[in-house]
């Protein structure tokens, strides 16, 4: 099992408490502030992301728009993968480099995007720091509403890149 390091578990944290995310967002990404983005739960395992549906998120046919959708999925991956490379010297660079999503049903509810593949994100930060290279994982989420409709999937695909000392 990875474990953290201290400044990765420090950054897990703050991610965590509702409060300093919310004002994490509204300093450093004031549109997911608006949108009402959240992490419900962050562990190794897993990911738990929600945003609303309300006025400023839905798009003419009354459901969820789908960047707002596609900002909450993104968060859900990138969240393990943002304490991850937490710490690292030389520091890692992280995009994402590819994108895939499926919309299944209009989102008329809340929706709550998991990713369950959190654990890989740690083996891809250490295959990136042994061996140099920059190394891509995809992550899916699966967007469902509070009954368990599912509204949506993405995939996501990080690279990780440790920088030059």
């Not at 839905?58 to 490379?85: D, R």
């Not at 299944?104 to 369950?116: D, E, L, N, P, S």
């Not at 920059?134 to 949506?152: E, H, N, P, R, Y």
Request: hydrophobic share 45%; charged share 20%; glycine share 4%.
């Amino acid at each position: 099992m990875f474990a953290l390091n201290p400044k990765g578990q420090k950054l897990k944290s703050q991610v965590s408490s509702a409060f300093k995310f919310r004002l994490y967002l509204l300093f450093n990404l004031p549109i997911g502030w608006l949108a009402g983005m959240k992490i419900i739960d962050l562990t190794e395992k897993h990911c738990i992301t929600s945003v609303p549906f309300k006025w400023i998120n839905k798009n003419p046919f009354k459901s969820v728009y789908f960047a707002v959708q596609s900002m909450a999925a993104e968060l859900s991956t990138a969240a393990s993968c943002m304490v991850a490379i937490q710490g690292h010297q030389p520091s890692i660079a992280l995009i994402i480099v590819d994108m895939k999503a499926k919309f299944r049903k209009k989102a008329t509810g809340k929706v709550f995007f998991t990713c369950v593949h959190q654990g890989q994100t740690y083996d891809t930060v250490a295959q990136a720091v042994a061996s140099k290279k920059a190394q891509t994982l995809s992550l899916k989420t699966i967007g469902k509403m509070s009954d368990g409709t599912l509204v949506s999937e993405f995939t996501f695909t990080w690279s990780f890149k440790q920088r030059q000392s």
